[in-house]
């Protein structure tokens, strides 16, 4: 017998697995290296559950999950004649599957295994030994009287659709459905916005190879756009969402652009006469102007206009009809509607992106009251050659190039009242701005002040060293405030900025003429309604949780909803663009399986108890079950069916019972867990 | 949070700091980022940014922080802990800082000397007489501890009883009993801890 | 409206102005001040750098005094206590709160109040700055109803000082950093309000009396701000900044050769004003730098056209659009 483990057999092997003999359970103990191991007395919980009724046989082992310990419960379904397993050791979430494939394997249908959590439920969550240990027990017993109840069944395989949608049309969504649109498969990509392009058309030059964000990102606009596998749906968005993986009915609708694609050239005309002018909060972030009929800019895809009604003015009083006028070819649609589009589904990849911290959360840097305060947005379009000032970097006049430039990193980010995470690019975007004031302003200088320098990337710490040496100040020390209310002389005039040199350990007073707040990323606001819509989780902050930080970043706990780019947590262009291709990579593999094995979890209903009262029907996210007039009873489609369990806690003639978890495993298991209920010296600990 | 096994970790002055600090300061969270150090409307007169104290508590340096005249020039403006992005309780420590200088008698020493000779002579009314008695507290602290600068202060006072803003006599409270019972109890309950 | 009165020892003599005017007002908007019988000093910012429990427990006397006085009073109500001076709000939410988060400093209280036969539970006192009090439950709007001399052609430059928003104790009725309930209020007075970027920046505390120059420097500092804004005067709500900036600016203007001669009147001095009172029923005479000069304006020319704010650049063609902020009402 190997040391490592210890075997705990009682009785001996009699009749074939299978579910109709008399139970014999096998339990498995994991030590998971330390992580169990340290906190259960894991060989104590194993030598109990083998003097359990049903339990043939009990083992503890370090790796349940390596290939040796899968043996281990193979060799003794066969050998033992075990027809119910249960392993004590992680969340179902890491290994459930690894273990029915493990009973299926030995010719055990996968069904009858059950899982105990010992670890995130026990082992991780307390320090206390003792506890810890009884707990674990308890599960064990809970697992064993519920595996002794379970059914073999049989998993449903469900076909999937091959056409995908993706929503947010910024560089981790175009990404996505490229990769998706070159593999041969159908794309939806539908955007809010009026053009595809996100944060990133926005920019200038990248990091840290400075190269024209343009330059690269359109050529992947227009391949979106000419794709004849994606289907673009600018100006759009998603209204509803239902169904499940392989089999989503998706309802979106397409805003009124009030031009005609058909006729419109994207000559622009239109937007050149345009009377109207009024300040663009959206691309332009507030720096600069657009009219009532206008494009993001001007490589925008697609390239018709929209018009915004709520500051046209023949949408407000009736007049004007420039616009309409001066079109070469009538492509104005005044009475053009919104239109509802149904799309038919298989896998979703939301790539929503993320919104900018509002700077003028922070009053005591100035932004909103003192002008030459401006935020990252706003100089990534100042310095823009598309934007307001065509690249000059000016001050809010317009007119004056700064002679001193501070860069205040950390705005919103590291700081326990609005995000305590780091915002991750902006360090990297601060040094790219200081590189862009010198080349635009060579006679300026420029101050950066940081916390900590964030490098970590692909040549990131030598553009830093690239930045120093072309002369840029670094000043260590979170800026306390950005103010106007000169102390004498030498400071009117100016804005300046109070800090402390930590690095000298003195509080210092830099005067400058134009402050830069490196806002930091957070979730869109509307992140939880969006997460609501699609039925996928949030954190506190907002993002969009994956289903494991390392090892599934971009699958969700939702089968079919996937995530990439900054929808998930602050990112830079080449993060965001590796996770696109990484859900499209996922979704391809899907569509290549044409089926999926779904679990055989479904509710059913007993017509002979169903009272008719209709309960059940609306309660049904899935619209899974329909009402029969004649018989007054009704019944779950199977096909629909997800398992939630809804039905089966509503109903009130109990009639509904949800395979593998019908009423008596489940009480089963509660009585269980309640095993040494009738012991109070151990429910009822002293307190310390 | 400053768990027991986080403490163990720390500088036994650190320890020190943080027991004798009403609530838990988070003084073990400081990101040395010098938000306080910034925001100090006297960082400029201070030896040691607050910052910079901070680091030296969690380096143990008992004497050279207690004899710092940092916590003196703190004028409880809690500007700093407005600030702070790791809600460090910094006014706190600060007022932690200048009771151990005391107790360690480095505080007559510091380059604040004046401010606990203020502060106990503003005790000394209070504990007399339950509400401060600026008149008095004046004219003691200055002929006790600056007897030179009285005559700078003069004119003010001069001024303050011209507008009959300064009382010439102290007003006690009625149940000066009940308070003076009081303040003993929780002398005794605190000798009682620290011996 | 009735509330417990914790007036502080400032209020009793140095800070009459204060007291005589807020009662004067009061009276005017029917809210009624209890004073808590017997009170003591809350420890200001000395008792506590000396004696721990000491200083918690000469503080939690007044919240037992006015928790029992309350009870006895006016029965289930949320008992309010108001404190006009800023510290004394300050140390009193902050013995109140730190008495809630941690029971074992709240038993030591505890048992050094029993020895005067005292008790206080933790949260029992609502604990109220009188600003809060007026912008919040009598409100702009019953304010300007009792408004019958309003302060035309005044230009103020509105000082919150620290402690009144900082750091929140309890809860926070303003902007912790660019309050501007007080900012308002004066508008609703009448008066013209300047921009003051040193609103919550810090008179000086106790400095003045442990280091001057630091002391000076700091009231300088504020002098200037609201001189180069153009200020007839500066309004406080708090005795501490009172006195540091009115009976230490003849100090300044020595010590910098500066020639500063601002007056600093409390905000409840002007609500009183603004509501017809006589400036001696609101205390006007008691400060250094003598108001009348500056009183005198209110109605007497013509309101001066505001100079245009120095931070705003001028309208052109090639000027970029400031920043969109929520817009501020201008009653």
């Known amino acids: 017998m190997s040391p490592e483990h210890a075997d705990r057999t009682r009785g001996s092997p009699h009749g074939a697995p299978g579910a109709e003999q008399e139970p014999r359970v096998g339990v498995y103990v994991c030590h998971c290296g330390h992580n169990i191991a340290n906190t259960v007395a894991v060989d104590e919980v194993a030598e109990w559950a083998g003097g359990q009724a049903h339990v043939t046989v009990a083992r503890d082992y370090k790796f349940m999950c390596s290939s040796l310990g899968q043996e281990l419960i193979e060799q003794d379904i066969k050998e033992r004649g075990l027809n119910r397993v249960v392993v004590a050791a992680c969340s179902p979430h890491m290994h459930e599957k690894t273990f029915r494939n493990t009973c299926q394997r030995a010719g055990l249908n996968p069904f009858l295994f059950e899982m105990a959590n010992i670890r995130e439920l026990g082992s991780w969550a307390t320090d206390d030994r003792e506890a810890a240990t009884q707990k674990a027990k308890a599960q064990v017993k809970g697992a064993v009287e519920r595996a002794v109840l379970q059914r073999p069944l049989d998993p449903l395989y469900v076909d999937i659709n091959p056409n995908t949608l993706v929503v947010g049309g910024g560089i981790a969504g175009l990404t996505a459905a490229l990769e998706l649109a070159n593999a041969g498969y159908h794309v939806y990509l539908v955007e809010r916005d009026s053009s595809i392009g996100g944060h990133m058309a926005k920019l200038d030059k990248t990091f840290p190879t400075l190269d024209c964000a343009a330059c690269i990102l359109t050529p992947k606009m227009v391949d979106a756009e000419n794709h004849p596998n994606i289907t673009l749906m600018t100006w759009s968005e998603v209204l509803s969402v239902h169904g499940y993986v392989g089999n989503f009915s998706v309802r979106v609708r397409k805003r009124a652009r009030f031009i005609n694609e058909e006729l419109c050239t994207g000559c622009g005309t239109c937007v050149e006469k345009c009377p109207v002018r009024i300040i663009d909060q959206n691309f332009e972030v507030g720096l600069g102007y657009r009219k009532a009929v206008y494009r993001n800019f001007p490589q925008a895809i697609p390239k018709y206009p929209v018009i915004d009604p709520d500051n046209c003015t023949f949408f407000q009083r009736g007049k004007c009809r420039a616009c309409e006028i001066v079109c070469p070819t009538d492509a104005i649609d005044f009475k053009q509607k919104d239109e509802i589009v149904d799309l038919e589904i298989g896998n979703i990849i939301l790539a929503t992106g993320y919104e900018q911290f509002d700077a003028r959360t922070i009053p005591q840097y100035g932004y909103g009251r003192l002008a030459n305060v401006f935020t990252s947005m706003e100089f990534e379009r100042m310095v823009n050659a598309a934007g307001p000032t065509a690249g000059r970097v000016v001050l809010r006049d317009g007119v004056t190039a700064p002679k001193r430039v501070g860069i205040i990193h950390c705005v919103g980010s590291r700081d326990k009242k609005y995000h305590e995470y780091c915002s991750r690019a902006c360090c990297m975007a601060a040094l790219k701005f200081a590189h862009l004031v010198h080349e635009r302003v060579p006679e300026a200088e420029v101050f950066n002040f940081y916390i900590d320098i964030r490098a970590a990337g692909k040549h990131y710490e030598e553009f830093y060293h690239r930045v120093l040496s072309e002369g840029a100040h670094l000043i260590r020390g979170r800026v306390a405030e950005v103010t106007d209310a000169a102390r004498g002389p030498g400071e009117e005039g100016q804005l300046i900025i109070q800090v402390e040199d930590t690095l000298i350990g003195k509080q210092r007073r830099i005067p400058v003429d134009m402050v830069i707040l490196m806002a930091g990323m957070e979730a869109r606001k509307d992140a939880r309604q969006v997460a609501n819509l699609f039925g996928l989780g949030c954190d506190f902050e907002g993002w969009f949780t994956e289903r494991h930080a390392k090892l599934d970043p971009v699958v969700t706990m939702t089968e079919g909803i996937l995530i990439a780019g900054a929808c998930q947590g602050p990112k830079a262009i080449p993060e965001s663009v590796a996770q696109g291709s990484a859900a499209a990579a996922r979704v391809a593999g899907m569509i290549g399986q044409r089926t999926m094995k779904m679990e055989p979890v479904r509710a059913s209903i007993d017509a002979d108890s169903c009272s008719g009262c209709r309960i059940c029907n609306n309660l049904c996210p899935y619209h899974a079950i329909v009402y029969h007039e004649d018989r007054r009873v009704s019944e779950v489609l199977t096909a629909l069916c997800q398992g939630c369990g809804a039905c089966v806690a509503a109903c009130p003639s109990a009639a509904i019972s949800g395979a593998h978890f019908t009423r008596d495993q489940v009480m089963a298991q509660i009585e269980g867990i309640l095993w040494d209920a009738r012991q109070p010296e151990v429910l009822w600990l002293e307190p310390a | 949070m400053a768990t027991s096994a986080t403490l163990s970790r720390t500088s036994a002055f650190f320890r020190e700091v943080i027991a004798d600090t009403p609530t838990d300061p988070h003084l073990e969270a400081c990101l040395q980022c010098g938000t306080c150090g910034g925001s100090c409307p006297s960082g400029p007169d201070m030896d040691h940014t607050p910052r910079t104290l901070f680091a030296m508590i969690a380096a143990g340096m008992r004497e050279p922080v207690l004899r710092s005249n940092t916590p003196w020039y703190c004028v409880s403006c809690y500007a700093c802990v407005e600030r702070c992005p790791q809600d460090i309780h910094i006014t706190d420590v600060m007022y932690t800082l200048k009771r151990l200088a005391i107790k360690a008698g480095y505080a007559s020493q510091s380059s604040a000397a004046r401010a606990p000779g203020f502060s106990q002579t503003f005790i000394d009314h209070v504990e007399n007489y339950g509400r401060s008695f600026e008149l008095g507290l004046i004219t003691r602290y200055y002929l006790r501890h600056r007897p030179l600068d009285a005559l700078k202060v003069a004119p003010i006072g001069m001024g303050l009883l011209k507008r009959r803003r300064l009382d010439l006599s102290p007003r006690p409270i009625r149940q000066l009993d009940q308070l003076k019972a009081i303040l003993e109890r929780a002398r005794e309950i605190d000798n009682a801890k620290s011996a | ?331």
């Open chain 3, 1 to 331: 409206m009735r509330y417990g009165y914790y007036p502080g020892c400032s209020l009793e003599r140095n800070a009459s102005a204060y007291h005589t005017s807020l009662m004067a007002v009061a009276e005017r908007l029917g809210v009624e001040f209890a004073e808590v019988d017997d009170w003591n000093c809350c420890g200001a910012t000395e008792f506590i750098a000396v004696n721990r429990l000491r200083a918690y427990a000469l503080a939690s006397r007044n919240l037992a005094l006015a928790a029992d006085q309350a009870r006895s009073t006016n029965g289930a109500d949320p008992a309010q206590l108001v404190a006009p001076c800023s510290a004394c709000f300050l140390n009193l939410s902050k013995v109140d709160r730190y008495l809630e988060d941690s029971p074992a400093l709240a038993a030591d209280v505890n048992a050094a109040l029993a020895a005067g036969g005292l008790h206080y539970e933790a949260g029992s006192l609502r604990i109220r700055h009188l600003l809060d009090v007026i912008v919040n439950d009598v409100g702009y709007e019953q304010i300007a109803a009792r408004v019958n001399s309003p302060l035309r052609g005044m230009r103020i430059a509105p000082y919150y000082g620290c402690l009144i928003v900082r750091p929140g104790f309890r809860e926070r009725f303003d902007d912790p950093e660019y309050p501007t309930s007080l900012d308002k209020l004066m508008r609703v007075l009448g008066a013209q309000v300047v921009d003051f970027p040193l609103k919550t920046h810090c008179c000086g505390g106790h400095m003045t009396q442990i280091s001057r120059d630091v002391a000076l420097e700091l009231i300088r500092r504020l002098l200037k701000n609201a001189a180069d804004y153009q200020a007839d005067m500066i309004v406080t709500l708090c005795p501490m900044c009172q006195l540091n900036l009115d009976a230490f600016q003849e100090s300044v203007n020595e010590q910098f050769g500066t020639n500063y001669r601002i007056p600093i009147l409390f905000f409840t001095q002007l609500m009183g004003l603004a509501f017809g009172l006589s400036p001696a029923a609101v205390g006007i005479g008691k400060e250094f730098i003598d108001a009348r000069p500056a009183l005198a304006k209110i109605g007497a020319a013509a309101e001066p056209a505001a100079p245009a704010p120095k931070r705003k650049p001028r309208r052109s063609d090639q000027g970029l659009p400031l920043p969109q902020m929520p817009e501020e009402e201008q009653p």
